[in-house]
């Protein structure tokens, strides 16, 4: 399984999540010297707006929003949902609520002073070369691109390491409005056919076409709409294996090519719930299928099983009884499995395949004291990436776990791609940092040759800004790790504006990467705050669980306490103070807003959970059960009830302002979640500072919408929190 690492696909290459998207913002400011002449200004900006707006429509803007009588009543404890009514994504009332909402989102945020200077430097920052992660097949290299000053990424061949780029699939004349997008999720080991899915607007799913390189033509086969894990080609073109996932739950099919898709054979999946995923992945020998079953999130258990492809042999177990996480990939007859059984930080075993027996594994890389962030086979050899002290860090290991060497990476940062072949020598890698912008590197095994491959022109000093790590204590006395990133010769004044992002839960690694709009933050003489809460990865499956299922107040304290430190330690004031988070990061926003509203002065809340109490019940909520827990459980319920934003908004409140973004095209998080939050708050607030819903028709998790809708997307943002903080573009 070769899955290109672009933005509309999901990292699954490492096999360490099947559908994991973490949205990132930045913002931009002026520097400190003029904050008090321009206070009035921008805040009065904001407010004219509004009143403006609110003239218009003849009332409040915007409108107070009905409520309804229901009451739920969960293990005995009653629960309101006065908004209830808003879950219903298409009625026309809703429909018209959300016009409304996004009338007056729109009047106060896009008349705002400055909008011109901030898109124009994103564009500056943004409208560059981008590259996906290439996949080699023989002398050819496939990879997915956006030109400088194009709006969606094409597909492309370049035949050799020098050769000229070859357009294979350009979507632009797809849909007039650019938000059809494609990207890459296979190619054939002869190189002949191009599997890539389309994709409409933020969608997760796809409907899955496949090209004919020679002829620039699409094969007839076309798999239905669905959310694809993997796709492998049989060697010789006859077939390719499958994971999705759709209403009728996980399968693993095989598609013999020329065929009619609803007559592909399905190998796994009859008996697992909508709340299981299954991957797959074929050997490079053609021997062998890997299946990986996730228990939703994989967060607590994943289990291995295998399928010999010589003959009609049934598919087999590797692990299948175990509390714990386990991937693998297999070449040659072995299972090369990584897993946290036993040890936190991850280990590594073969497995011979005839004795696949527990008790005949072998260890071959002990764990260490650093976590795994992802784990391949490449050139004969075993490629482990690790995570220290929240920077990436590249190892070779022979197959037998023999140490043999370490990819010299440029300098401290993250690997965010990777891409690679059992048989090949060459490693591809995705390497960035703060203040590096996203550079492709190819490492040759042999000659131990590192060089960059795809290097985007981006106009960014790197030397000109700091990259500090700092330590501080949470709650409950646990240190934290937190990244600050400045320009160089700032002066702790106590009212530098602070931008505070951060994400924990899912296992996920907030590692240094770059954001054209933490560059232009910076620029402008603020500081970039992005700590490592509990419920990441970052120091490996103990740091993760203890911001999980009962453990989850553990993030929130850890963010307050990054807050706390900032602002004790003289580098900001609450006044001074904007966070943003999305999805996972959502819901952690909306925690801070209802559990330290006087600590925060603006709030972007992108693509949220909000609704804890309901999550389960809609799109792909089932699969966090086990990171969150339901409330469909009495124990789990308590602990739940007691931090779900949306059931702790309290009326007559003054709250922060908070731009709340979502959209239709949201088919992951559910975007009710950020309707009924925003009524709510709405309703609540007893403050004089807004709370807005901006809602888009097309915006959804996976990327895939047209640059130019991105940078609107972040200019929205910043011209909001500009406008707050008393602030203006540079």
Not at 432 to 457: H, M, Q, T
Not at 525 to 547: S, T, V
Request: glycine share 10%; net charge negative.
């Amino acid at each position: 399984m070769n899955v290109q690492q672009d933005p509309a696909v999901p990292a699954r290459r490492n096999r360490f999540a099947f559908a994991l998207r973490c949205v990132r913002f930045g913002f931009n400011i002026l520097i400190v010297a003029i904050f008090a002449a321009i206070v009035c200004f921008s805040s009065c900006s904001l407010a004219s707006a509004q009143d403006s707006q609110n003239k218009q429509g003849g009332g409040k803007c915007p409108a107070a929003t009905r409520k309804d009588s229901v009451v739920d009543v969960l293990h005995g404890v009653s629960i309101p949902d006065p908004y209830r009514w808003l879950e219903d994504q298409d009625s026309a009332e809703t429909r018209a609520w959300l016009d409304a909402e996004n009338g007056c989102a729109e009047a106060a945020i896009r008349s705002l002073p400055g909008r011109a200077q901030i898109t124009k430097r994103l564009s500056e920052l943004e409208k560059t070369d981008s590259f996906g992660t290439p996949l080699q097949r023989n002398e050819d290299y496939f990879f997915s691109k956006r030109p400088a000053g194009q709006d969606l990424y094409i597909i492309y061949r370049r035949h050799g390491l020098d050769g000229a780029d070859e357009v294979l699939i350009d979507p632009t004349g797809m849909s007039p409005d650019h938000t059809t997008s494609v990207a890459l999720f296979g190619v054939s080991d002869d190189g002949s056919i191009v599997a890539y899915g389309i994709r409409g607007g933020g969608k997760d799913e796809v409907t899955m076409h496949f090209l004919d390189v020679k002829t620039r033509r699409d094969l007839p086969d076309v798999l239905p709409l669905s959310d694809y894990y993997s796709m492998d080609f049989e060697h010789d073109n006859h077939g390719i294996y499958y994971g999705r996932h759709d209403d009728n739950g996980p399968q693993a099919m095989h598609h013999v090519m020329g065929t009619d898709p609803k007559t592909d054979v399905e190998i796994m999946g009859k008996g697992y719930g909508p709340e299981v995923g299954i991957s797959t992945q074929l050997s490079r020998d053609g021997r062998d299928l890997s299946l990986v079953v996730a228990y939703g999130t994989a967060s607590k258990r994943a289990d291995l099983y295998f399928k010999h492809l010589e003959g009609d042999s049934p598919v087999q177990s590797i692990v299948n009884d175990t509390e714990s996480v386990f991937f693998d990939q297999i070449e040659d007859g072995k299972a090369i499995v990584w897993t946290n059984w036993k040890a936190p930080k991850w280990h590594i075993y073969s497995v011979d395949l005839k004795h696949p027996a527990r008790d005949q594994w072998k260890e071959i890389v002990p764990e260490s004291d650093a976590s795994f962030e992802s784990v391949a086979l490449v050139g004969g050899k075993i490629y482990v990436q690790y995570v220290r002290n929240v920077v990436s860090q590249g190892k070779i290991f022979d197959i037998d776990g023999k140490p043999a060497g370490e990819i010299p990476l440029p300098s401290l940062g993250a690997i965010t791609g990777f891409s690679g072949l059992w048989e090949s020598p060459e490693v591809f890698l995705n390497f960035e940092s703060f203040n590096i912008p996203v550079s492709i590197y190819r490492y040759d095994l042999r000659g131990r040759d590192f060089k960059a491959w795809a290097s985007p022109k981006v106009p960014i000093d790197p030397s000109a800004y700091t990259v500090e790590q700092v330590w501080y204590e949470s709650k409950d006395k646990t240190r934290v790790p937190m990244f600050l990133f400045y320009k160089k010769g700032l002066v702790k004044n106590g009212v530098t504006p602070v931008l505070l992002t951060a994400y924990g839960g899912f296992n996920v690694n907030l590692t240094p990467g770059f954001s054209p709009t933490a560059v232009e933050w910076a620029d402008a003489g603020g500081i970039f705050a992005q700590p490592n809460l509990r419920g990441g990865g970052e120091f490996g499956e103990a740091w993760h669980h203890a911001g999980m299922m009962e453990n989850k107040q553990n993030v929130f304290d850890d963010f307050i306490g990054a807050a706390e430190w900032l602002i004790a330690n003289h580098y900001t004031s609450s006044s001074k103070l904007a966070i943003q988070g999305s999805s996972n990061g959502g819901l952690l926003m909306g925690a801070m807003v209802t559990q330290r509203p006087d600590l925060f002065r603006a709030v972007v809340c992108g693509y949220p959970l909000l609704d804890m109490l309901r999550y389960q019940k809609f799109m792909k909520g089932s699969f966090w059960v086990p990171e969150y827990g339901s409330a469909d459980d009495a124990e789990q319920f308590k602990y739940i009830l007691k931090y779900s934003p949306y059931q702790n908004v309290k009326d007559g409140t003054a709250y922060p302002a908070v731009l709340f973004i979502t959209g239709d095209g949201d088919t992951r998080v559910a975007p009710l979640h950020a309707r009924k939050m925003a009524a709510r708050m709405q309703a609540a607030n007893n403050g004089p500072h807004p709370i807005l819903l901006l809602y888009d028709t097309k915006s959804g998790h996976s990327g895939g919408r047209p640059l130019l809708k991105q940078i609107e997307e972040q200019t929205d943002s910043l011209a909001f929190v500009f406008s707050q903080l008393g602030v203006g573009a540079k």
